[in-house]
């Protein structure tokens, strides 16, 4: 009997050591930048926060992290935590990956304190399907020494962006760069070129998309734009400012701490991207979801509102050149409303667009890139090209 | 026991020895082109991708995606691209095989070296390209206009007309060394007297290339050749790298343009059509190739 009671009370002890592991949640995300350090210390703080929970975080390109959920839907690997580029949340919501959070959201602290650009990107036919992250938008960078030696002003209006480009060109030196590939990270870079002008992406074959697309494709017909933009991320634009081959760039707040590193010892500044009649910029910034298959999603919550916590957003978005989506975080700082560059950014942000939110957004996005890619490359005529895209969105649009 | 069955049972054991294959074969080839072939002829999109019964909707993937233009582009793409890479690869490969066939000195190890184009990884050969190409820093540009063959830079991956030829390029390096190794090994299995015993007769080089070189070569020329189509027409992570099938298309091949409507537009069961668009193709030239082949036998036996 003894040795019975020996046995269980050891069996005991082991299940209780056991369950005593902390459950393991496992985390997808596409950080690889200078953001990714940060983002592994909010994923560690959390993990040393508590010891019920542990989240394992995985890298994966961003490209192939949007296939491999696609795969996973139909039968595969899928972890309980992902992470989305916000214009996509929506085909996700609309394929099934995440799960519906609604009824989670209430009584949070969290809910209703979230920016409505980021948030509405969540929300899919009146349905939470995740969290936003962080936030950013695009600004003008210009080389302020350069801009000195050709005695030009920081272009406010597309004249001046013109007639700025034109003293700033010389031979090695194009007036400016921007991100014209052929996918999502081009569109994001088109379109407040689009907005400033009045035209809407809902009608890209209105004369006010026409005369935006016509103005770009003529700073590259003139010389004062390289036409290798069309296969320029937003890093290689950075690495063309950087190297003083560009003296201004269209770029994000993520690419500061890129600059400063690149080019320690170069003058610049920032400044609102030139208007046409308005100012205009994009949204852009990650989401987080639970995945809808896992089975740790009351773990997989805890996580989600520990990097919403205001302290815990504040901090990564400060070291990782983001903005924090929630309105109350980004109020009572005072971080963005002091530094010089980034209050441009804090201030572009007031009238950044989101993209979609709309599931057939990636359809109407490749209808865009492929426009403008016709027309930098004078394959169409910039009405031409914005006619066959507008055809290409109404079709994606009915089907 | 009888002869045959004893001939029985071996038969039996050899359908047991290739079982494992056989599995391994239907298991992680059959069923994923039957899943695809199958995908291709229902309506699988955003809306209904985790559905667990999908809508058979007959010949309207292949009808949608035979009406947009893209498919067309990246068909004549793809025939282009494989020309123009077996040709310049077989040429070049052919001619220096037959050189370093020639027998000086150190032939064995520049043979060697040169198969390291064909052992690096197709992505780092398009990254290499991609800057070699460019027109700002790419140093085929700098040589070209250093020595005055062309005044300004040539944007090879940027401009609609030449980006194909970039590309062409970039694949006829690596294959190149794969048609050479392969023609060589066939070249050394030639016996030498047969050129001794033509010299005796009296033939010329020329007569000794076309009427020894070439008919004892044919197997070797088949299969490099169909090797180096099949290579060649499913071409994706290089034309990926390199130009993303950009600009507008100008390199979209089939497989680019499969992967473009799967995964960037989510149109799954039309991606699914234009990737059996391309498993036709291959599966045809497979096809005429296992023909070749057993005729061949056949003359040879």
Same mark, same amino acid.
């Given at each position: 009997?003894?040795?019975?009671?020996?046995?269980?009370?050891?069996?005991?002890?082991?299940?209780?050591?056991?369950?005593?592991?902390?459950?393991?949640?496992?985390?997808?995300?596409?950080?690889? *930048?200078?953001?990714?350090?940060?983002?592994?210390?909010?994923?560690?703080?959390?993990?040393?926060?508590?010891?019920?929970?542990?989240?394992?975080?995985?890298?994966?390109?961003?490209?192939?992290?949007?296939?491999?959920?696609?795969?996973?839907?139909?039968?595969?690997?899928?972890?309980? &935590?992902?992470?989305?580029?916000?214009?996509?949340?929506?085909?996700?919501?609309?394929?099934?990956?995440?799960?519906?959070?609604?009824?989670?959201?209430?009584?949070?602290?969290?809910?209703?304190?979230?920016?409505?650009?980021?948030?509405?990107?969540?929300?899919? =036919?009146?349905?939470?399907?995740?969290?936003?992250?962080?936030? %950013?938008?695009?600004?003008?960078?210009?080389?302020?020494?350069?801009?000195?030696?050709? *005695?030009?002003?920081?272009?406010?209006?597309?004249?001046?962006?013109?007639?700025?480009?034109?003293?700033?060109?010389?031979?090695?030196?194009?007036?400016?760069?921007?991100?014209?590939?052929?996918?999502?990270? *081009?569109?994001? =870079?088109?379109?407040?070129?689009?907005?400033?002008?009045?035209?809407?992406?809902?009608?890209?074959?209105?004369?006010?998309?026409?005369?935006?697309?016509?103005?770009?494709?003529?700073?590259?017909?003139?010389?004062?734009?390289?036409?290798?933009?069309?296969?320029?991320? =937003?890093?290689?634009?950075?690495?063309?400012?950087?190297?003083?081959?560009?003296?201004?760039?269209?770029?994000?707040?993520? %690419?500061?701490?890129?600059?400063?590193?690149?080019?320690?010892?170069? %003058?610049?500044?920032?400044?609102?991207?030139?208007?046409?009649?308005?100012?205009?910029?994009?949204? *852009?910034?990650?989401?987080?979801? &639970? &995945?809808?298959?896992?089975?740790?999603?009351?773990?997989?919550?805890?996580?989600?509102?520990?990097?919403?916590?205001? %302290?815990?957003?504040?901090?990564?978005?400060?070291?990782?050149?983001?903005?924090?989506?929630?309105?109350?975080?980004?109020?009572?700082?005072?971080?963005?409303?002091?530094?010089?560059?980034?209050?441009?950014?804090?201030? =572009?942000?007031?009238?950044?667009?989101?993209?979609?939110?709309?599931?057939?957004?990636?359809? &109407?996005?490749?209808?865009?890139?492929?426009?403008?890619?016709?027309?930098?490359?004078?394959?169409?005529?910039?009405?031409?090209?914005?006619?066959?895209?507008?055809?290409?969105?109404?079709?994606?649009?009915?089907? | 026991?009888?002869?045959?069955?004893?001939?029985?049972?071996?038969?039996?054991?050899?359908?047991?020895?290739?079982?494992?294959?056989?599995?391994?074969?239907?298991?992680?080839?059959?069923?994923?082109?039957?899943?695809?072939?199958?995908?291709?002829?229902?309506?699988?999109?955003?809306?209904?991708?985790?559905?667990?019964?999908?809508?058979?909707?007959?010949?309207?993937?292949?009808?949608?995606? #035979?009406?947009?233009?893209? !498919?067309?582009?990246?068909?004549?793409?793809?025939?282009?691209?494989?020309?123009?890479?077996?040709?310049?690869?077989?040429?070049?490969?052919?001619?220096?095989?037959? #050189?370093?066939?020639?027998?000086?000195?150190?032939?064995?190890? !520049?043979?060697?070296?040169?198969?390291?184009?064909?052992?690096?990884?197709?992505?780092?050969?398009?990254?290499?390209?991609?800057?070699? !190409?460019?027109?700002? @820093?790419?140093?085929?540009?700098?040589?070209?206009?250093?020595?005055?063959?062309?005044?300004?830079?040539?944007?090879?991956?940027? @401009?609609?007309?030449?980006?194909?030829?970039?590309?062409?390029?970039?694949?006829?390096?690596?294959?190149?060394?794969?048609?050479?190794?392969?023609?060589?090994?066939?070249?050394?299995?030639?016996?030498?007297?047969?050129?001794? @015993?033509?010299?005796?007769?009296?033939?010329?080089?020329?007569?000794?290339?076309? @009427?020894?070189?070439?008919?004892?070569?044919?197997?070797?020329?088949?299969?490099?050749?169909?090797?180096?189509?099949?290579?060649?027409?499913?071409?994706?992570?290089?034309?990926?790298?390199?130009?993303?099938?950009?600009?507008?298309?100008?390199?979209?091949?089939?497989?680019?343009?499969?992967?473009? !409507?799967?995964?960037?537009?989510?149109?799954?069961?039309?991606?699914?059509?234009?990737?059996?668009?391309?498993?036709?193709?291959?599966?045809?030239?497979?096809?005429?190739?296992?023909?070749?082949?057993?005729?061949?036998?056949?003359?040879?036996?």
């Amino acid at each position: 009997m003894k040795k019975i009671l020996a046995i269980l009370s050891g069996l005991l002890l082991v299940s209780f050591l056991v369950s005593a592991e902390p459950t393991e949640v496992k985390l997808w995300h596409y950080f690889s *930048g200078p953001d990714a350090p940060w983002f592994e210390k909010v994923v560690s703080d959390f993990n040393a926060s508590q010891t019920k929970v542990k989240v394992t975080s995985q890298m994966v390109p961003r490209e192939e992290l949007l296939k491999q959920y696609t795969i996973g839907l139909v039968g595969g690997n899928l972890p309980d &935590i992902g992470m989305v580029d916000n214009p996509e949340h929506a085909s996700f919501s609309a394929m099934g990956l995440f799960l519906d959070i609604s009824d989670r959201m209430k009584g949070w602290e969290g809910d209703g304190k979230f920016f409505k650009g980021p948030w509405k990107s969540c929300v899919y =036919q009146g349905k939470v399907y995740g969290i936003p992250h962080n936030s %950013n938008c695009l600004a003008l960078y210009y080389n302020t020494d350069m801009l000195k030696a050709a *005695g030009v002003t920081p272009p406010t209006t597309w004249d001046e962006l013109t007639a700025a480009c034109k003293k700033l060109t010389k031979p090695g030196v194009y007036g400016l760069a921007i991100c014209g590939i052929g996918n999502e990270e *081009g569109t994001f =870079q088109f379109l407040p070129w689009i907005l400033s002008s009045g035209a809407t992406v809902e009608k890209m074959d209105s004369p006010e998309s026409i005369k935006s697309l016509t103005y770009l494709t003529d700073l590259i017909k003139k010389g004062y734009m390289s036409s290798e933009v069309i296969n320029w991320t =937003q890093a290689d634009a950075e690495k063309q400012f950087a190297t003083g081959r560009a003296a201004m760039m269209v770029n994000g707040p993520w %690419n500061l701490s890129a600059v400063k590193t690149d080019a320690p010892s170069m %003058n610049w500044n920032l400044t609102k991207i030139p208007k046409d009649k308005v100012y205009a910029s994009v949204l *852009g910034g990650e989401n987080f979801g &639970i &995945i809808y298959n896992s089975k740790h999603a009351n773990e997989a919550w805890e996580f989600l509102k520990y990097m919403s916590l205001p %302290n815990v957003m504040e901090s990564f978005a400060m070291a990782a050149g983001k903005f924090p989506p929630r309105s109350d975080v980004m109020n009572n700082s005072k971080y963005w409303k002091s530094d010089p560059l980034l209050k441009v950014f804090a201030e =572009q942000m007031e009238f950044a667009m989101p993209r979609g939110p709309h599931p057939k957004w990636p359809e &109407i996005s490749s209808a865009i890139f492929t426009a403008y890619q016709e027309s930098f490359t004078m394959t169409k005529s910039p009405t031409q090209a914005l006619k066959d895209a507008q055809k290409k969105i109404d079709k994606a649009l009915v089907k | 026991m009888s002869k045959a069955h004893v001939r029985n049972g071996e038969g039996l054991s050899g359908y047991f020895f290739v079982l494992p294959a056989v599995i391994f074969m239907v298991a992680f080839i059959g069923y994923p082109i039957i899943y695809n072939f199958v995908m291709s002829f229902q309506k699988v999109d955003i809306m209904t991708l985790k559905s667990a019964t999908r809508e058979f909707i007959g010949l309207a993937n292949f009808r949608e995606i #035979f009406s947009a233009p893209e !498919l067309a582009i990246s068909i004549g793409n793809t025939v282009m691209y494989t020309a123009g890479c077996l040709v310049i690869q077989f040429v070049i490969g052919f001619l220096l095989a037959v #050189f370093f066939n020639l027998g000086f000195g150190f032939q064995e190890k !520049l043979r060697g070296l040169m198969t390291v184009a064909w052992m690096i990884p197709s992505t780092v050969v398009a990254l290499l390209f991609k800057f070699m !190409l460019s027109p700002s @820093s790419g140093i085929i540009n700098y040589l070209l206009v250093a020595t005055g063959v062309v005044k300004e830079p040539i944007g090879w991956l940027i @401009s609609q007309k030449t980006a194909l030829w970039g590309v062409i390029f970039a694949n006829s390096w690596i294959g190149i060394p794969f048609n050479m190794i392969l023609l060589s090994t066939g070249l050394t299995s030639i016996p030498g007297e047969l050129y001794e @015993s033509a010299s005796i007769d009296g033939a010329s080089s020329i007569r000794k290339f076309t @009427s020894i070189t070439v008919p004892l070569l044919k197997p070797a020329i088949y299969s490099v050749l169909v090797l180096g189509f099949i290579y060649t027409f499913k071409v994706f992570d290089l034309i990926y790298v390199m130009t993303n099938g950009g600009p507008v298309h100008a390199t979209e091949v089939l497989s680019t343009y499969a992967y473009k !409507l799967s995964f960037v537009m989510y149109r799954f069961s039309e991606g699914a059509a234009a990737a059996n668009v391309l498993f036709v193709c291959l599966f045809v030239v497979g096809l005429g190739y296992l023909k070749l082949i057993r005729e061949g036998e056949e003359i040879q036996s």
